[in-house]
């Protein structure tokens, strides 16, 4: 008797890489909206009153919740007790309800209302939190920036509990099939989301020639809402595969607190997890600052509004432009024919080109470093399928930390002496930034793969979350010391606009970064030292770590 084999939704690559595109989609959004305020920094100082160190303390409240109320460790256990499509629906809704109270905080109507009163005479610190050196207030933060933490805390922890489940359901349905793949293409999407907001969140800030920062945050707020429909309708085909394969939903064995301490006494975990903190220690939280970064440390021209290259158009031919570089470094990736492939590589490069070039004509810092997440959006995915093939994933991280190094260190050194040089500027900058963003795909690609290798697979999802967690407090910590240090080093910029000598705007231009860029490349030199040691480690207890993922 001839069985007849019932075919799932996950059997047709069409419907898993439609799931793909949901799940990639939701977190492309999300990205946006983490950095959101990142390229108005100087705005946020000029029309809200945030200082670096506000906007720093604002930044890092992100990872609080995550950190110190342990919510990323919960958000494993959630997703590992309820499943993954009830775990991407409730992410979905914790960031847009985040979202939307950190967009009313920076709102006209936040300034002056009863609330702005209240923020401004409660909310200094918080007991425990406080003596510790911690809390995410303190006395004189601005009450706009006080309830945009609060917005941004519960926002970072639907993005952080999103990440954890996206992997998850990537799993669920790539397993046997381009699983790696997948992954790459999810981490280039959300890359391509990085460089989304740099262009579009100046824009809509000062859309119509009146600046409104909040229009930007609003911007995000809208994606959000699409990022929530992305997974409820996730829910719902992955409800559907369920009852076709007649099975509940899968799941790891249950989330159990021993897990935790089997995680914990893993020797390469601890070297992977540690590397991981620093290296997105010194990545993320630059990224928050790094537009302001480039506007105190380049020269630009102010384009007249009727200059060609000041409008909004330039920035859709821009955007449009990035797309080309993306979908084109994809399909070469990915073409079988090598004149195919060929082609679309020069169209990529080409397309970098024109991106560079119209960059540097529309004389801003935020369109000149919108390049740094297109060289990994190109090649994440090269790099996965390699690792996938060929290994090398310990070599990978130890070239990635390297590559950071010179690039924090080009930054605080070399950049400076061009100041008065636009050209020479604007050139030290894309390469730099380029070598950043290569450095940030060897990295990744090359880390994420590797923990499968290094624990047990029936805990991947707590070693995820777990991994998740350690790498949070890096994340909550640096972007409040880059605040605070730039402060610090900065004591007569810092006097001089509390005199009201000079004004916030020219003050957010004329930030000296030298000390916080030598401390993310320190960050840097620890990643280096352990990836190293990571390599040392895995040929003495045979982790496999240079070794191919697929044997062929
Ligand atoms: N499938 C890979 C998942 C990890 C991607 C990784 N993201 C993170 O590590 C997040 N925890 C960081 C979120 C940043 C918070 N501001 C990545 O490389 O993007």
Redesign the pocket.
């Known amino acids: 008797m001839t069985e007849k084999i019932q075919k799932t939704l996950r059997d047709s690559a069409g419907m898993r890489w439609m799931v793909l595109f949901f799940l990639a989609f939701a977190m492309f959004c999300s990205y946006i909206f ?1 950095d959101i305020l990142s390229p108005i920094k100087d705005l946020m100082q000029s029309t809200r009153g945030w200082d670096s160190t506000a906007f720093g303390t604002m930044q890092g409240s ?1 990872t609080f919740l995550n950190v110190f109320v342990f919510f990323l460790i919960f958000a494993g256990i959630i997703l590992d007790k309820m499943g993954v499509r009830f775990t991407a629906v409730l992410s979905g809704a914790v960031m847009l309800v985040g979202a939307t109270i950190n967009w009313y905080a920076v709102t006209e109507m936040f300034q002056g209302s009863s609330l702005e009163t209240w923020f401004n005479e409660n909310l200094n610190y918080i007991p425990g939190f406080d003596e510790l050196g911690i809390s995410p207030f303190y006395l004189g933060m601005p009450a706009s920036a006080k309830f945009a933490a609060i917005g941004f805390m519960i926002f970072g922890c639907g ?2 509990m999103a ?1 954890i489940t996206v ?1 998850r359901g990537i799993v669920k349905w790539f397993k046997g099939h381009e699983m790696a793949l997948a ?1 790459g293409s ?2 280039a999407l ?1 890359r391509l989301g990085v460089a989304t907001c740099m262009i579009f969140s100046p824009v809509f800030a000062k859309m119509g020639g009146v600046i409104d920062v909040s229009r930007s945050v609003a911007f995000g707020v809208v994606l959000l809402m699409i990022a929530l429909i992305m997974f409820i309708v996730y829910f719902f085909l992955d409800k559907k595969l369920d009852s076709q394969t007649g099975e509940a939903e899968e799941k790891d064995d249950p989330f159990k607190i021993s897990d935790i301490g089997n995680i914990l006494r893993s020797r390469g975990f601890w070297l992977v997890a540690l590397l991981c903190v620093l290296y ?1 220690s010194a990545i ?1 939280p630059f990224q928050k600052y790094a537009v302001n970064m480039l506007q105190c440390n380049l020269t630009f021209t102010k384009l007249s509004p009727e200059s060609f290259w000041a409008g909004n158009t330039v920035t859709v031919i821009q955007y449009v432009i990035m797309l080309i570089v993306a979908a084109a470094a994809f399909a070469s990736n990915f073409s079988k024919g090598k004149t195919m492939k060929s082609v679309m590589q020069v169209v990529a490069v080409v397309a970098l080109v024109i991106f560079c070039y119209m960059g540097y004509m529309r004389q801003s810092a935020e369109t000149v470093f919108a390049v740094f997440p297109l060289l990994a959006v190109g090649i994440t995915p090269i790099l996965g399928n390699y690792v996938d093939h060929k290994g090398k994933a310990a070599s990978m991280l130890v070239v990635g930390s390297l590559l950071l190094i010179a690039c924090h260190l080009t930054f605080a050194f070399i950049l400076p002496m061009f100041k008065g040089n636009a050209v020479g500027g604007i050139i030290v900058a894309y390469v730099t930034i380029l070598v950043l963003g290569a450095s940030f795909s060897l990295v ?1 690609a090359a880390l ?1 793969p590797s923990v499968p290798k290094l624990v047990d697979a029936k805990i991947i999802g707590s070693a995820y979350a777990l991994i ?1 967690w350690i ?1 949070n407090i890096g ?1 909550w910590l640096f972007p409040l010391l880059i605040g605070k240090v730039l402060d610090q080093t900065n004591p007569q910029l810092v006097s001089d606009l509390k005199n009201g000598l000079i004004s916030p705007e020219e003050a957010a231009m004329s930030y000296d970064y030298t000390v916080p860029l030598v401390m993310l490349a320190c960050l840097g030199v620890a990643a280096l030292i352990l990836g190293f040691v990571l390599k040392i480690v895995d040929k003495k207890y045979g982790y496999r770590l240079e070794e191919p993922n697929i044997t062929e």
């Open positions: 983490m992100e993005v952080e990440g992997s992954m999810e981490m959300a997105y993320f990744p994420w998740f790498q994340l």
